[in-house]
């Protein structure tokens, strides 16, 4: 897929005024940034258990503390890069972060389901509006031929996030109890806004894509199988891994202590996975996408059917690790090559996939696991990241098949 290219310039930048000095300081502030917003992402995985007893709710009500972040990013993502008009992008950099400090204070002194669920709503909309700028930020922080460097350190904080903010937060909360771990949040928060508030330069504003440039990445029918792969296979994994800490207390009936090493195992297979499954994309993103998916459903079965011993539970945890870490960077390339002329809008519409994905899956696994028990939130992960497999190995590897053939990315 050679004769596919991956723009270094997306579209809605402006390509008149780009920087002709590196500012890698506010690159690695923005790197610092998402990895706090990913953190506070994920710290009610870890912390589920003990959140619901001091709440009085069900996990699988505060399982929706996820959803509540998800929906509202959904939204924020598009409209952000909709509606920024003159704004200087620092200013609005500054204010997600300010958000992000904001929501984890509330989320610590919540003391009901509806403040936890309106403070993780300010979380999604910084969320959303972060990772629907990072490509416009990182065009306008570096020359074009440094973009690539740039994305990757900013993602880093995203694989960074994932290996760290699970295990990290099942050690805390049981070390400090869950209020306080928020507050570590609210504080990391605040010192990336600091950083960024020295580091980061003017960014006046250089436009925005318009409506019509999201119309016509939803007419492309690639993108829709990128867009429908992601919305199965990612509500399929949160529908599990939302719940994943009262399986392992149920069924293998781990302690706090083994089940952050469990989580730990998770976050560091996704790590290595993720650039695993970058090499497997370069050459192919349909058969990465699903092989990785494919992986997933794997881990749910051996879940499903010999989850209850420990060593098979801690080793099928870490492979559904690795193979989910290496999802996003699969369907990215996948994104970037079926609509390479409309990057930055179609980025924002995937990035609104991916929170819609985790909100139905967060809301279908907490109903299943107040109706069904553990077990069953698994099965149904199962299920569904198979599906979104069979999409993209079928539509997907077809679609692509023409892009070798005839050099189009329709």
């Known amino acids: 897929m050679s004769e596919i290219a991956c723009p270094l310039v997306a579209s809605g930048a402006d390509p008149a005024s780009p920087t002709a000095r590196a500012a890698w300081p506010a690159v690695f502030s923005l790197s610092f940034g998402v990895f706090g917003l990913v953190t506070a992402e994920f710290l009610p995985v870890s912390l589920l258990t003990p959140m619901a007893a001091e709440l009085g709710v069900s996990n699988g009500a505060v399982g929706q503390a996820i959803t509540a972040t998800a929906v509202v990013a959904a939204f924020a993502g598009p409209l952000l ?9 620092r200013a609005i950099v500054w204010a997600l972060m300010a958000m992000l400090v904001v929501s984890s204070v509330l989320t610590a002194f919540a003391g009901s389901i509806e403040v936890l669920l309106l403070s ?3 979380l999604g909309f910084a969320l959303g509006g972060f990772w629907a700028m990072m490509t416009a930020l990182a065009l306008r922080l570096v020359p074009p031929a440094d973009v690539p460097r740039a994305m990757s350190i900013i993602v880093m904080g995203v694989s960074v996030a994932t290996v760290v903010a699970a295990p990290l937060g099942a050690a805390l909360g049981a070390l400090w109890g869950w209020r306080a771990t928020f507050l570590a949040a609210a504080a990391l928060g605040a010192v990336s806004l600091v950083v960024q508030l020295l580091v980061l330069p003017s960014l006046p504003s250089a436009g925005a894509p318009g409506l019509a440039s999201f119309r016509a990445a939803l007419s492309r029918r690639s993108v829709l199988i990128g867009f429908a792969t992601v919305i199965i296979v990612v509500s399929g994994h949160f529908a599990g891994f939302t719940f994943i800490r009262p399986f392992l207390e149920v069924v293998p009936q781990l302690d706090v202590a083994t089940i952050s090493l469990a989580l730990l195992a998770f976050g560091v297979g996704g790590f290595l996975g993720n650039p695993v499954a970058g090499f497997v994309a370069a ?8 092989g990785v998916a494919l992986l997933i459903g794997t881990a749910s079965l051996v879940l499903v059917l010999f989850g209850g011993t420990p060593a098979a539970a801690f080793a099928a945890v870490a492979l559904w690790g690795f193979a989910f870490g290496g999802f996003p960077v699969a369907v990215s390339i996948w994104n970037a090559r079926a609509a390479p002329d409309l990057a930055e809008s179609s980025g924002a519409l995937l990035s609104s996939s991916f929170q819609v994905a985790i909100a139905s899956g967060a809301l279908v696994g907490g109903l299943l696991i107040d109706g069904i028990g553990p077990h069953g939130v698994i099965v149904y992960a199962a299920v569904a990241v198979v599906l979104g497999a069979g999409v993209m190995l079928t539509l997907g590897r077809a679609a692509e098949r023409r892009f070798q053939v005839q050099g189009v990315t329709r």
């Open 81 to 89: 890069v909709l509606g920024s008009g003159r704004l200087d992008r």
């Open 283 to 290: 050459r192919s993103p349909a058969w990465a996408a699903g």
């Open 120 to 122: 993780r709503a300010i």
